[in-house]
């Protein structure tokens, strides 16, 4: 059974702040897996945050670019994504998901997703 638990992490931070999102992969190996970041504000439709393929990270949003980075540890099977100089508008739910291999940061690409951590930044 595919699972991927995005739970740790998330939390409340103030504007300028930093955050570590982690999410546990099973039923699968990490490894060969195209996997990705994406979030969703209230209000608004889920967007990819960060694309990353066996450890180098494809691409990521521009409005994250120079300030998040996404990364993975295969013989953890546990993805990663460092949040730093954060601000209100990062404010939303994460999600990991494990997706096809486009290279695109599309939610219509993604396969399975996690659960979802709120991340909240006030300023």
């Known amino acids: 059974q595919v699972q991927l638990s995005s739970e740790s992490g998330g939390g409340s931070v103030q504007a300028g702040g930093s955050l570590r999102l982690s999410c546990a992969v099973s039923?699968?190996?990490?490894?060969?897996?195209?996997m990705g970041w994406f979030r969703q504000a209230p209000g608004k439709e889920r967007e990819g945050v960060a694309d990353?393929?066996?450890?180098?990270?494809?691409a990521y949003a521009n409005s994250v670019k120079g300030r998040f980075t996404a990364s993975r540890d295969n013989a953890k099977n546990t993805l990663y994504l460092q949040m730093n100089s954060l601000k209100p508008e990062d404010t939303g739910t994460y999600y990991c998901?494990?997706?096809?291999?486009?290279?695109?940061?599309?939610?219509?690409?993604?396969?399975?997703w996690g659960q979802g951590t709120l991340v909240n930044v006030s300023s």
């Open positions: 998901a494990r997706k096809r291999c486009t290279g695109k940061l599309n939610p219509a690409d993604v396969t399975d």
């Open positions: 039923g699968f190996t990490l490894t060969f897996a195209c």
């Open positions: 990353i393929v066996s450890g180098t990270p494809q």
